[in-house]
């Protein structure tokens, strides 16, 4: 070892003493960082990663490795120097790892010489630093390869122009051979096992933050091969001119055997799939607990099966091997209950017309080019996941995510497979539980029904009575004891248990009008676990809706059943579901119903019968406009049922055709939300940090104005990022940037909280301010760069809350809205003619500890128009504003296995909006960084050689006065 590092010592000297290595150093970081800025335009990306660096570090690493090995070998020989050292008592090996190490010391200062790259970007802009170790590995490994062969092809030239040549098409041939122009014209078995010899796929698969040791080892095997055909090259020169003998000839065979069993090793090695490290943020590219959580559930075998063509478009194509893995993944959690195929529907016409017929998959005609043509080809890309008769599939729209920088820099990837693949895989496991299997996965229940006798109940009533009777009994049968059954009179006895169902839930007794002195009790709730839920009276009072209602209540204790979520939104135009034509959102929501709608069960509700669908679990309100008490009163008794309520609503409606105003337009919920300890207040945020947003401006040019979209740092666009979110209640999970617009600052009254616990969700920077002005169109010339005049105090606001816990009803002590509108009708009638159906006054008065509201001060921010604006401006499909609602129903519900791996997303934070003075501040402190790097390293190499040299002149003075002394004696 010590040889082998004195070799490499005087190897870097012997580079170090000329500019050679600073030559190599400057070309390889001026290259570097022009392709990061200027080619690969970082700022114009707004990612805060450093993949484009890596990305053209296998092209540079190509040239530099040439480069640097020339003259190792053919110096020596053009030298005369070579002989010197192959009789110097020191093995060819010594000599070869020695001048490998010299080498890979070199390119691992050049790569040290990169890092204020990613460091400048994490100061911008939060960093996942796992892609980033991963791209130094495999830099490290890449280059070790490269110089290996570099090495070899040195040894074998006496011309160093010819070695830099020869070694540069060896490398580029192994780089090449993954390529799109190879693959493509292959299938994709043909373009992985190609990939798999490629130095490149290897590369890209490292750098993504995934370390598998099949990677390393054939990097490592290459550099194994090449210098064991570097040494045996050496050990030829020692032999040249000697005749052939036996051990010349067994020095060939051991090489050969060698370099065979290294490259063969690589064979075996490809079946073991678990030897990684997943070092991303989050270990996004690993089965996650909860998948396996989910997979657990299974009691029949799941099919996963891959529908690939072997012909695809080229920016999807290496994204195939990928999902393969993944998907094989699951086939190995899943312990034998996970069946996983991979078929080409072109090989086989049955599979092709089965996909089409029975599973609705089709191929997709995708265009491409190449230098010659254009041409379409019909491409699968598909996983269909199938459990008994229920099945999901997943096209490539579901799977990939786009991010296009200009018409031709397209980049796709895949957005989060685990979670599209759990998500279909949960979807079908509850749509197989059908009434049969409610209380497969159903713990131990408690009914109790509070109910008066039945010859105090109103006549209507007491058929209910009678048909929940039998359908308890009906529910009994089936759950055998895991359903207990009570019932209740609170009139009985002291009253002690109506006053503490008054005290602790809010119930009360009952009437079916003002005037009826009757009084009476009708209440079921059911209760496992610590966790209770209030089962609804039928509007409609007849044996479906009562066990429907009950139905509903068992799901919500029960696993493996598909929750209802409730939406309330305007509608645009008159109702024409009664001719069959669905009604369209006053502002269209259609993407955020299409991803509420894969995983859960969606009904529309207007609110204005009084009360929320019975099935509903949660209820979402967006934008709500003018509500009146009986749809107030709806969204009252579903939070006391202890439901939990998320509403999207601002003061203002905005008007973005034409120039942009504001419209004052109350919500109808303000007393109801201000009793409840928060209130949204009549003015907007503004923020300096903000999104651009495509504003229109006019342009007068001699009298003639011109109408345009500019785009513009819009302050009320508000650029939400890790300080403004909410980093632990878990609900903004996977979320790292939000853009919330047209907000209004919400207040909250801490003194009526009562105790409920309090999440500050969303909150503006600490320099926004707020403004009452209905003219929402920016005035640069007026206002500045802002467009706007920054008026008042500046501060943080909070634009999004949750306040979770046991509230007290709006209308406690009140009697309901569905009673005083029928009674009035009534007395305008001024008949004694009974009503056809029997209205109950039944308020409850106090939730439970599950009562949850979830408030966001924008209407707007996740609707199509908005969500299209911010994409076109990002250059990618923005649906974050959807993620959130995602989240917050899978938080409220208590479903906190797909919101775990939606977090685990691939972590990419956007950066941060910054002027050109600041991209300009970034970029130049990157150059300033990397030179002062340079410096230090001219600066370490001239201390270390000023130290040699005074130990080299000390030597030599003891040497003389040595000589010296014995001259004198």
Avoid at 94 to 118: D, E, N, Q, S, W
Avoid at 204 to 212: P, Q
Avoid at 287 to 309: M, V
Avoid at 694 to 709: D, K, M, S, T, Y
């Amino acid at each position: 070892m010590s040889a082998t590092l004195r070799v490499a010592e005087k190897e870097l000297s012997g580079f170090f003493s000329t500019p050679t290595a600073y030559i190599f150093f400057a070309a390889f970081l001026v290259a570097v960082l022009f392709d990061f800025f200027w080619v690969e335009t970082f700022f114009a990306r707004n990612i805060a990663d450093v993949r484009p660096m890596f990305a053209v570090m296998p092209l540079l690493l190509i040239f530099l490795s040439s480069a640097i090995t020339m003259r190792l070998w053919s110096e020596e020989r053009r030298a005369g120097t070579l002989e010197i050292l192959l009789t110097a008592p020191v093995t060819s090996l010594r000599l070869v790892l020695g001048k490998f190490v010299a080498c890979l010391g070199l390119v691992a200062i050049a790569l040290v010489l990169t890092l204020p790259i990613p460091l400048c970007v994490s100061l911008m802009g939060g960093l996942d630093w796992g892609p980033v170790l991963g791209g130094y590995v495999a830099a490290l490994f890449l280059a070790a390869a490269y110089l290996a062969i570099g090495l070899f092809v040195s040894a074998r030239s006496e011309n160093q122009i010819v070695s830099l040549i020869v070694s540069s098409l060896i490398c580029s041939a192994f780089y090449l051979i993954g390529s799109g122009a190879l693959t493509d014209l292959v299938g994709n078995r043909g373009a992985e096992w190609l990939q798999l010899i490629a130095t490149g796929a290897r590369f890209e698969s490292i750098t993504r933050g995934v370390i598998d040791l099949r990677d390393l080892y054939y990097y490592l095997s290459l550099v194994g091969v090449f210098l064991a055909l570097n040494v045996h090259a050496i050990e030829k020169l020692r032999w040249a001119g000697n005749p052939a003998r036996g051990a010349h000839r067994r020095w060939a065979a051991i090489t050969g055997l060698l370099c065979v069993n290294l490259v063969a090793a690589n064979v075996p090695l490809h079946a073991f799939t678990n030897a990684r490290a997943d070092i991303t943020r989050g270990h996004v590219y690993s089965i996650s607990d909860a998948t396996r959580s989910y997979l657990a559930q299974l009691r029949e075998p799941l099919l996963i099966r891959g529908y690939f063509s072997a012909k695809t478009h080229p920016l999807l194509a290496p994204l195939v091997p990928r999902l393969r893995d993944l998907i094989k993944e699951y086939e190995i959690a899943g312990n034998g209950r996970v069946r996983v195929e991979f078929v080409d529907p072109h090989d086989d016409a049955e599979v092709e017309r089965e996909a089409g017929e029975k599973y609705g998959i089709r191929p997709v005609p995708f265009q491409t080019a190449s230098k010659y043509q254009a041409s379409v080809v019909n491409s699968y890309f598909d996983v269909l996941v199938q459990y008994g008769d229920q099945f999901e599939t997943l096209g490539f729209r579901d799977l990939i995510d786009i991010k296009a920088q200009s018409e031709t820099d397209v980049q796709v990837n895949l957005r989060n497979p685990e979670y599209d693949i759990t998500r279909a895989i949960k979807k079908v496991i509850q749509s197989y539980q059908g009434a049969d299997n409610l209380f497969v996965n159903l713990p131990k229940v408690t009914f109790t029904g509070y109910l008066t006798p039945d010859d105090q109940l109103p006549d209507t009533l007491r058929k209910v009575r009678a048909e929940l009777n039998a359908a308890l009994k009906e529910y009994q049968q089936k759950a055998g004891d895991k359903l207990v059954i009570r019932f209740e009179d609170p009139d009985a006895g002291d009253g002690s248990l109506a006053k503490r169902l008054r005290e602790q839930y809010g119930f009360r007794p009952m009437t079916t009008s003002i005037l009826d002195s009757r009084r009476f009790w009708f209440y079921m709730v059911l209760e496992a676990d610590g966790k209770l839920v209030q089962i609804p009276l039928p509007e409609e009072l007849d044996s479906g809706d009562i066990k429907r209602g009950l139905q509903a209540a068992f799901k919500r204790f029960s696993r493996g059943f598909l929750k209802t979520v409730a939406i309330y939104a305007p509608k645009a135009g008159p109702d024409m579901s009664r001719f069959g034509i669905p009604s369209q959102d006053e502002k269209h929501y259609s993407a955020l119903r299409d991803r509420l709608a894969q995983d859960y069960e969606l009904v529309d509700t207007d609110l204005k019968s009084g009360a929320v669908p019975e099935q509903a679990d949660f209820l979402l309100v967006l934008s709500p406009e003018n509500l009146d008490d009986r749809q107030v009163f709806a969204v009252d008794q579903f939070l006391m049922r202890g439901g939990s309520v998320l509403i999207a609503g601002s003061p203002y409606k905005i008007n973005m055709r034409g120039s942009l105003t504001a419209t004052k337009v109350p919500t109808g919920l303000e007393d109801w939300l201000k009793h409840d300890g928060i209130s949204l207040e009549d003015s907007i945020v503004l923020d300096p940090r903000n999104t651009a947003f495509p504003v229109p401006v006019q342009r007068n040019l001699g009298g003639f104005v011109i109408n345009e979209a500019q785009l513009v740092d819009y302050p009320y666009f508000s650029d939400l990022r890790t300080d403004g979110l909410d980093q632990k209640s878990g609900l903004l999970t996977g979320i790292e940037q939000l853009t919330m617009n047209w907000a209004s600052p919400i207040k909250v009254a801490a003194d009526k909280l009562d105790g409920r616990r309090l999440i500050r969700l969303l909150t503006s920077s600490a320099k926004s301010w707020v403004s009452d002005d209905t003219n929402i169109q920016p005035d640069f010339q007026s206002f500045g760069p802002l467009g706007f005049a920054a008026q008042g105090q500046r501060g943080a606001r909070d634009i999004g809350v949750v306040v979770e816990g046991q509230f007290d009803s709006y209308f406690k002590d009140k009697p309901s809205p569905l009673i005083k509108e029928k009674d009035k009708a009534q007395k305008d009638k001024k008949t004694d003619e009974k009503p056809k159906e029997t209205q109950i006054d039944r308020v409850i008065e106090r939730s439970p500890d599950s009562g949850r509201i979830i408030l966001i001060s924008s209407a707007t921010f996740m609707s199509d128009e908005i969500l299209d604006l911010v994409s076109s401006t990002m250059g990618t499909r923005y649906r974050t504003p959807v993620q959130l609602i995602e989240n917050a129903v899978d938080w409220s519900l208590e479903d906190r296995g797909l919101l775990a791996i939606r977090g685990r997303a691939e972590f990419a934070h956007t950066l941060p909006p910054l002027e050109r003075s600041g991209q300009m501040f970034w970029e130049y402190t990157t150059y300033a960084l990397v030179l002062a790097g340079l410096v230090v390293v001219w600066f370490l190499y001239r201390v270390r050689r000023r130290r040699a040299e005074h130990t080299f002149a000390a030597w030599l003075n003891v040497g003389e006065a040595k000589a010296k002394g014995g001259a004198e004696a």
